[in-house]
């Protein structure tokens, strides 16, 4: 059995209707309703018949136009599923989502100069020093100095003080794993935790396929087991009613990065509760209640494997109890990993803004 968000909150509706239109709030219900479109589309129309939807929008000719364009489809059973077109605007619209909150202001992001593979030309440029490529030399700009410091009158000579080249940002390829806590407490308490964590799975993989195709990534649900995903499944993921298996998951993200061989390795972990279960002796040992230190301990014990591996793990915590924060920091403190406390509303700005501002400080 698996437990289903239902919850819709008005003032969030309202607002993807104002900023979004009626395509960005079909994407936003698909993904709360892990994946099946029919439910989405009666979602709508109760929107519809709540006041939340203008009552002229004909809601029929809107999912006939998306069946024209190919985003969503239809089974033998004559059920709607989300087609190919439909998983690649959902990804689009999660990483557009994101980065509209970055320039307005979010987390924020830097590109950081640091040592790597590979190089992108910026359009700064500094003196010359021994060693430099002569491909990236400024011809205008060591032109002109030779102009300024020569003889006007005389022939054009360059001096070695005269050169100028392009700065370069050094660039690392990485491979990342997203770790999705899909334990009961994703959607405890009548907040939906899981969407976001979808959206951030998503955003991420559109940012690497568009921006960075030389890095990876890679998903890794956990609740009471930890099993990989592929990306065209993270649409559909859904909480169950699970233990948190957070040793699982390192587990197997080690695993999977193993596989890698991109220069750098890194896990984010997205989870909003304490670790409480572990496997033991072929089946699963649980405690719900406080911080079971058998558990505690294992998994800090794996942690501590990602660091000696050479792999960071950076977790966003989706709960302030200082009892978990405190697990939190030890950690991080044994990874050598950072940590990040973030609302499910802020989720994606922090998890792009780190992305793209940390992959480029590696170094091998």
Excluded at 286 to 304: H, P, Q, W
Excluded at 336 to 347: C, E, H, I, K, V
Aim: with cysteine; hydrophobic share 35%.
């Amino acid at each position: 059995m698996r437990f289903r968000y239902g919850y819709l909150d008005p003032d969030l509706i309202r607002q993807l209707l104002s900023e979004m239109g009626l395509r960005r709030l079909f994407n936003h219900l698909l993904l709360q309703a892990g994946g099946d479109v029919d439910e989405a589309m009666e979602w709508m129309r109760e929107l519809q018949r709540r006041g939340y939807i203008d009552g002229g929008v004909d809601l029929d000719d809107f999912f006939a136009r998306m069946v024209e364009e190919n985003l969503i489809g239809e089974d033998g059973d004559g059920n709607f599923t989300l087609a190919a077109g439909g998983e690649r605007q959902i990804r689009r619209d999660a990483l557009d989502q994101i980065f509209g909150g970055l320039r307005k202001g979010g987390a924020g992001y830097h590109s950081v100069t640091s040592e790597g593979q590979g190089s992108e030309r910026l359009t700064e440029t500094r003196a010359w020093k021994f060693g430099d490529d002569p491909m990236s030399l400024d011809g205008v700009r060591t032109l002109q100095n030779a102009m300024k410091s020569g003889d006007p009158f005389g022939d054009l000579e360059i001096a070695e003080d005269d050169l100028e080249v392009f700065e370069t940002e050094h660039e690392s390829n990485c491979a990342t794993v997203v770790m999705i806590d899909i334990s009961h407490s994703m959607i405890l308490y009548g907040e939906d935790r899981i969407t976001p964590a979808k959206k951030v799975a998503l955003a991420l993989t559109e940012l690497i396929l568009t921006k960075y195709p030389k890095d990876s990534i890679d998903v890794v649900l956990f609740g009471d087991e930890a099993i990989e995903v592929p990306v065209s499944e993270i649409p559909y993921v859904k909480v169950g009613p699970y233990h948190t298996n957070t040793k699982a998951g390192l587990e197997l993200a080690q695993a999977i990065l193993r596989r890698r061989r991109h220069a750098n390795k890194q896990i984010f972990m997205i989870t909003d509760g304490k670790p409480s279960a572990l496997h033991e002796g072929g089946r699963l040992y649980t405690n719900s209640f406080g911080l079971d230190m058998k558990i505690v301990n294992r998994t800090l014990e794996e942690a501590e494997r990602c660091r000696r591996a050479g792999i960071p793990i950076t977790t966003f915590m989706l709960a302030t109890d200082p009892m978990l924060v405190n697990f939190v920091e030890q950690l991080s403190r044994i990874n050598r990993g950072r940590a990040f406390y973030s609302s499910p509303d802020r989720l994606g700005e922090y998890i792009l803004a780190d992305y793209i501002r940390n992959r480029r400080k590696f170094v091998h």
